[in-house]
């Protein structure tokens, strides 16, 4: 399974996004999804996830209330609605899956499958 994440770009400040991230087969092979975001001089750190059903969902704190990930098990994709943009939510931001039943949460070794990223720029 490969995993490709599109949607970046640059926008201002107050901004939205919608991120996605495709995979290449059928997601009955998958089963957590989540995105994980790396800026300039800083460690990736974990943004979102969400489980092969929706039910078990978890945000970092700084985008909870502005940021929504969401999951078409049907077409194959996940996505990261991204609201109120600010500076510091710019990095490039990665597409994670497990292959492993359970759920992954928020730690990056839970996670095996790893898409390529795709940059989000903010301005102030």
């Known amino acids: 399974v490969q995993l490709q994440a599109s949607g970046g770009g640059l926008v201002q400040a107050g901004g939205s996004l919608r991120l996605s991230c495709a995979a290449s087969?059928?997601?009955?092979?998958?089963?957590?999804m989540g995105w994980f975001r790396q800026a300039p001089g800083k460690e990736r750190e974990f943004v979102a996830a969400?489980?092969?059903?929706?039910?078990?969902?978890d945000y970092t704190n700084s985008v909870k209330g502005r940021f929504t990930i969401a999951r078409d098990n049907a077409e194959n994709t996940m996505y990261l609605q991204m609201n109120s943009l600010r500076p510091d939510d710019a990095a490039v931001y990665y597409c994670?899956?497990?292959?492993?039943?359970?759920?992954?949460?928020?730690?990056?070794?839970?996670?095996?499958?790893w898409g390529q990223g795709t940059l989000v720029t903010v301005s102030s």
């Open positions: 087969r059928r997601t009955f092979s998958i089963y957590t």
């Open positions: 994670a899956a497990r292959s492993a039943k359970g759920y992954g949460g928020t730690s990056q070794t839970s996670y095996d499958l």
């Open positions: 969400i489980s092969r059903g929706g039910g078990s969902i």
